[in-house]
């Protein structure tokens, strides 16, 4: 297998939620010992309940925060400790689509002038030459042209992540970070964005890392699927072994609460008991023995490694031969 574009090894990353100056420390275990490739021209997502650490991966991943301790690798360098002036060569090249898309954009600011700023930033162009080069990417995601003189607010929420997505392809990127980015749109506006973002990911040769919470968004658009569960990475498989196949009792919970159009189909839900453990201090042992139906004392005192149980399929489950 090639060298992947994006390599992230051991990863953690911990928050203070308390400053007082006499008050004990305490910390958010947002992302906890997160490993994963994603190979140049994949679609990488990463699935789980909110909270659960998937943005702060994909802000490690793009050097907005810097991980407490392990490694992101891009594009066969390691990132993790680079300033900010080392870093400004490599933003073109690590864009990002958010998932609110008008949140996104400054509202006093003419559209053209928003997909044109990365523009003026990382290249030479002349006021003129942006200007085509917006106007071309407008057309690309199915806007017009003229749309570029009118401000967000004249806009739908799915024009709008098409803007979103024009400015994150002016720079030629390597890779896209999209973070939900459908999630604040109506489902049938949501396959016309997730469809836009595959005609472009041919075109353009982009590789994804995809972040949502719907698992029936992220059939329609992965090649691999990372499932996080309270920061970290519980099982990693291809989309169709995932879905047939699911190994961890925590995928198996998420995939069957998906729902399925059809109302003749009785479907077995599995319901986890419990509330989700606190990010300031998670379980010993297993972190989801607290909610799994099948927990043992092993899952209590041991913290599972991942084991292979298929062609690029790991689980980290003491028990994953046998679920």
């Not at 407490?68 to 073109?92: A, C, H």
């Amino acid at each position: 297998m090639s060298k992947p574009l994006v390599s992230v090894k051991h990863a953690v990353k911990t928050f203070q939620v308390n400053k007082g100056m006499f008050s004990e420390k305490k910390y958010v275990h947002a992302v906890n010992d997160v490993s994963f490739d994603i190979q140049a021209g994949e679609t990488f997502s990463l699935v789980g309940e909110s909270g659960c650490g998937k943005s702060t991966t994909g802000r490690l991943i793009n050097h907005i925060l810097v991980p407490d301790s392990g490694e992101v690798w891009f594009d066969g360098t390691d990132i993790s400790k680079y300033n900010e002036k080392q870093m400004r060569p490599l933003r073109k090249d690590i864009q990002m689509i958010f998932q609110d898309p008008y949140g996104a954009l400054n509202p006093r600011i003419k559209i053209q002038d928003q997909i044109a700023e990365p523009l003026l930033i990382h290249t030479n162009m002349s006021a003129g030459e942006r200007l085509k080069k917006v106007h071309e990417l407008l057309g690309v995601v199915g806007l017009n042209p003229m749309h570029g003189e009118r401000y967000p607010h004249e806009f739908s929420g799915g024009q709008l992540q098409r803007v979103g997505i024009a400015r994150a392809l002016t720079v030629n990127p390597k890779l896209i970070i999209a973070d939900e980015p459908v999630s604040a749109l109506d489902v049938s506006i949501q396959a016309q964005v997730l469809n836009l973002m595959q005609d472009l990911q041919e075109e353009y040769n982009l590789t994804y890392l995809f972040i949502s919470h719907d698992l029936s968004v992220v059939e329609m658009i992965s090649d691999r699927i990372g499932v996080m569960y309270l920061g970290t990475i519980v099982e990693t498989a291809p989309k169709a072994e995932l879905y047939q196949n699911p190994r961890h009792p925590y995928t198996q919970a998420l995939l069957s609460a998906v729902p399925i159009p059809d109302p003749t189909h009785e479907k077995n839900r599995i319901t986890l008991k419990g509330d989700l453990p606190s990010p300031v201090n998670p379980p010993k042992g297993c972190l989801f023995h607290t909610r799994c139906p099948h927990c043992t004392d092993k899952c209590k005192a041991e913290r599972p490694e991942f084991r292979t149980v298929g062609k690029d399929h790991v689980v980290k489950c003491h028990y994953a031969e046998k679920f």
